[in-house]
């Protein structure tokens, strides 16, 4: 949606407004390996977030204090999503197509609790710290898969390389000195 379509949608009844979604760019998302930069950030976003709406904070008010001092791909996206925000557009919609852009499962639910906190009225902050811990137990999990791979993977030289040399350098005097004594 452009944001001439979203400044003008707020004056347009919302049964009139057709919400479109850019199919190419969701399935390039999904089908890649995942935002790695965002999943890196964002269970600190998620925890800053939580701090911010611990502390009172309006969700809206959480969010434009927080983009000006991120830096990465999170960064970016808050940072679009607080200035269309300023200019007319609604909160709820510009997190789900943050949630859209970065293609990233945690933030997808974070937008999604962040939305229902919106549209109900709860405070968040207990859930949005839940979440933060989760994301960092997950963050663990794939390090040490990722580390058990890599294990694996090192052991390959020291299997088929240097194993057999030890073998040779410790087998080869022997030989000697048994054609020797024959």
Known sequence: MQLANRVISAHIPSTTV???INFDALLSHFLSSGNKKAALELPDFAEAIGLLLATGLPIGVALDWLGPKMTGEIGSVLRTVSENVALGADLVDELEEAALVLGEPGFMELAEKLSLGLSRGVPMAEQVMQLANSLRQEQGRRLLKQAGSSETKMLIPT???ILPVTVLF????????LQRSL
């Open 18 to 20: 057709k919400r479109t």
């Open 159 to 161: 299997v088929f390389l």
């Open 170 to 177: 410790a087998v080869f005097p022997s030989v000697l000195v």
